[in-house]
């Protein structure tokens, strides 16, 4: 009997076709149209290269093979089949794997951990622990639980099982108070309270974007900060790719109906930015995703992590403004022109050891973009994980990319 492919195979077991949907219950991948609109358009640039000579592209030097292409099509069936095959065998799996997403029956159910702070929407989190105190600070546009993710793949219960006391900013959902923040009004404002109410020395450690938020905070408060961690944070925003950001500095005014209209930047429209970092990024791993075991310890933590991609955060305007225009346009922080309530931040005034993780197969922030901070912070100790952005702190490598090295830190101050 022939062997079918396991997609098909599922689902000769369960009676449903490989793309059967499941109850609505996800929203990813988000924004679903623009990933279909762009598997489609990769499957088309390819279409000419197919029993033509040379290699396929989008130049105006291609068109000639598309009329070759059309031509061949039009005279002889079995090429026709194979345009057609090759066109949508891609978007099939791709259909596949979402709808198997779609359909997996995981669902996070970790318990909430105490709160023992909170100001507007913002909530601090404690995971108890005994060992030094450790304050997360996580970027604006995702959600805090990237560093609670699950059972097996949570840094903060990891840390208070293993001598650390770890605490959780969760900025939460922007109200109408936070729709007005400015950086200022999240670093000198809502940050700077989390850290009076606690009272002993902290070490404060931000992830992404948190990671420039926990940069300017500790300048600003050097007695109460034993200990920076930067993970996966960009200070030079013009590193790896100086073309892409300005880009996405230009996109500023086309956003600037949404950011008047609801006061925020979109989830879907942030979604979006992030997609064009890496476009068809999504569609390969969501092909691979329709050949996994369902019940396999790889596919449940895959779901765990789109349920968290796909649970963003709309970024509040002024912040978005900012952002864009002065961190990606004007690369303001290497410049040393980003200021926070009006001091300018910088990482040369930090007088505590730092600790700098720079993953080398980072798409989001590059190597390139984190590693300047290593040698601007005097004591630094820089290293470089063999991960991703997120699978550095929730991947199924996660323990030894980041978790172990990062009590190691802790334990060597």
């Known amino acids: 009997m022939p062997r079918l492919p396991m997609p098909l195979r599922r689902a000769a077991v369960t009676g449903t076709r490989p793309d059967q949907p499941g109850p609505m219950t996800r929203r990813g991948p988000r924004p679903l149209l623009l990933h279909l609109t762009l598997a489609a358009s990769r499957a088309l640039i390819s279409l000419p290269s197919l029993g033509c000579t040379g290699a396929s592209s989008t130049s105006r030097q291609d068109w000639p093979r598309w009329i070759e292409a059309a031509s061949r099509a039009a005279t002889d069936p079995a090429f026709a089949h194979a345009l057609v095959s090759a066109a949508s065998g891609p978007d099939q799996a791709l259909i596949a794997g979402i709808a198997a997403y779609r359909r997996h029956s995981y669902q996070r159910d970790l318990a909430e951990p105490p709160v023992i702070w909170a100001e507007g929407e913002t909530r601090l989190l404690d995971y108890g622990g005994n060992g030094p105190i450790v304050l997360f600070v996580p970027s604006l546009v995702n959600r805090a639980y990237i560093l609670d993710l699950a059972e097996q793949a949570s840094f903060m219960r990891y840390l208070a099982a293993h001598g650390a006391h770890p605490l959780l900013l969760d900025w939460g ?25 606690i009272e002993a020395p902290i070490i404060l450690a931000g992830f992404c974007m948190g990671g420039l938020l926990a940069l300017a905070s500790a300048q600003r408060n050097p007695a109460r900060i034993s200990g920076l961690a930067l993970l996966a944070t960009p200070w030079d925003f013009h590193a790896d790719n100086p073309e892409g950001a300005s880009r996405l500095a230009a996109s500023l005014p086309l956003m600037e109906p949404m950011l008047q209209a609801s006061e925020t930047l979109p989830i879907d429209a942030l979604q979006t930015l992030f997609a064009m970092l890496d476009p068809f990024g999504v569609s390969e791993k969501y092909r691979s995703f329709a050949d996994l075991d369902p019940a396999s310890a790889r596919a449940q933590r895959f779901v765990a992590l789109e349920d968290w991609l796909n649970d963003g955060v709309p970024l509040a305007a002024p912040v978005a403004r900012e952002t864009l225009s002065q961190w990606y346009g004007a690369n303001a922080p290497m410049r040393g022109q980003w200021r926070v309530a009006g001091l300018p931040v910088d990482p040369g005034q930090i007088p505590c050891p730092a600790l700098i993780v720079a993953p080398s197969r980072d798409r989001l922030v590059p190597p390139a973009a984190a590693k300047p901070l290593a040698s601007l912070i005097d004591r630094a100790t820089l290293i470089e994980p063999q991960a991703g952005h997120i699978g550095m702190v929730a991947g199924m490598h996660a323990q030894t990319a980041l978790w172990q090295p990062f009590l190691n830190w802790l334990a060597a101050l």
């Open 173 to 197: 959902w922007p109200g109408p108070i936070e729709r007005q923040f400015t950086l200022t009004d999240y670093i000198a404002g809502r940050l700077d309270r989390a850290l009076m109410a």
